[in-house]
């Protein structure tokens, strides 16, 4: 792969493979560098063949030893598509399955990863427990398709084709896909990934909502926000505008409901049972 020349086209992200079982990409190294030199942001992936909790706390323990020191803007995915996994002689239903990945995704989680499952949607809908395991880290799905039968909001990734062609990848196809989420900011805000979480200290200036030095339109936008996130009674809102502004003028923190749920989400604004505590 000439990562210069990829740089250079539209491709705005790459997921790169990190190794399978217990197996090392030995090329894994040489695209995470040259990647990074170029500019681009990636994520990775460990082709799963674990038929055990265990085997996939194995195959993360793998993947930690490969990635540590490095940074990484999208997910740390497993991808599930195995057809050893299927084979009657293993016993595993839908359930074990999904026990298995998530045995993956905490170990990862454990050790302040960002984590996402990968499989076709066969596997999403017949395979494994999409939803179980949609509440506890994010989905990437492959539907080779001009559109697919689901929601946006379910998956943060849609993998499209893969017969797709890159100016610099000399392989005959690609694999293409479409990001719906802003995996960068999430990860990063969030201090995941081997990024170090970003500290705001109020910058002194009246009306600096979000701390970046100046008062400006986006910090009248982002303001406006955190009062219709307060409250959504009209009659309600110049209350509240008022004891926020009371507080910038006199150089205090918001201390808004509504950056706490922010932050507890990664920036997603819905709480949808995610913990108080992080």
């Known amino acids: 792969i000439n990562w210069g020349k990829v740089a250079g086209t539209d491709t705005e992200f790459a997921i790169l493979r990190v190794g399978f079982n217990d197996k090392i990409d030995a090329q894994f190294e040489n695209n995470y560098n040259n990647a990074k030199a170029n500019g681009m942001p990636v994520g990775v992936y460990m082709y799963s063949y674990a038929v055990t909790e265990q085997a996939a706390i194995e195959e993360a323990e793998i993947v930690l030893e490969r990635i540590k020191g490095k940074q990484f803007e999208y997910p740390i995915y497993l991808d599930i598509e195995d057809a050893k996994l299927l084979k009657p002689e293993y016993g595993l239903t839908k359930e074990q399955r999904t026990k298995n990945a998530l045995a993956f995704v905490h170990k990862m989680q454990e050790n302040g990863y960002y984590v996402g499952v990968y499989a076709n949607l066969d596997w999403f809908t017949n395979y494994l427990d999409k939803d179980a395991l949609g509440a506890e880290c994010e989905l990437w799905i492959a539907h080779y398709n001009n559109n697919v039968d689901y929601k946006d909001t379910d998956y943060g990734m849609w993998q499209y084709t893969d017969k797709g062609e890159i100016d610099g990848i000399t392989v005959n196809t690609v694999d293409l896909n479409i990001c719906y989420k802003d995996y960068p900011t999430i990860i990063k805000n969030g201090g995941y990934n081997g990024f170090e979480k970003p500290t705001l200290e109020p ?62 989400t990664n920036g997603l604004g819905d709480m949808q049972g995610a913990p108080l505590l992080k």
């Open 203 to 264: 910058s002194g200036i009246k009306g600096d909502v979000n701390a970046d030095g100046e008062m400006n339109l986006d910090d009248v936008v982002v303001l406006a926000s955190i009062i219709q996130k307060e409250t959504p009674r009209e009659s309600e809102m110049p209350m509240v505008a008022s004891v926020y502004i009371n507080r910038l003028n006199k150089g205090m923190r918001l201390q808004a409901g509504p950056t706490v749920v922010y932050a507890i």
